[in-house]
């Protein structure tokens, strides 16, 4: 496949590889993977477990809610 970018977003492209000192064509699949690409639920989906064991391996990495902030898990955080 082919795509064709305008001069602005190639321009961007670029900046952002150098930035992360990496090539266009890294950051294309990146952006893509992380757009596109198979939320964990789906991947459980995919895979199909074999025993009692994988099934419960899986579930494990199934998202279950919002992450917390560092300010939270500090010290005087847990109390508030």
Do not use: F
Request: proline share 8%; hydrophobic share 40%; charged share 30%.
């Amino acid at each position: 496949m082919n795509v064709t970018l305008t001069p602005d977003l190639e321009q961007a492209l670029v900046l952002r590889a150098r930035q992360h000192g990496t090539t266009p064509e890294a950051v294309v699949l990146d952006a893509i993977r992380d757009k596109l690409g198979p939320e964990p639920a789906e991947l459980a989906n995919i895979l199909e477990p074999r025993d009692e064991w994988e099934e419960r391996l899986l579930r494990v990495g199934t998202p279950c809610g919002v992450s917390v902030s560092n300010e939270a898990l500090s010290s005087e955080g847990l109390y508030e």
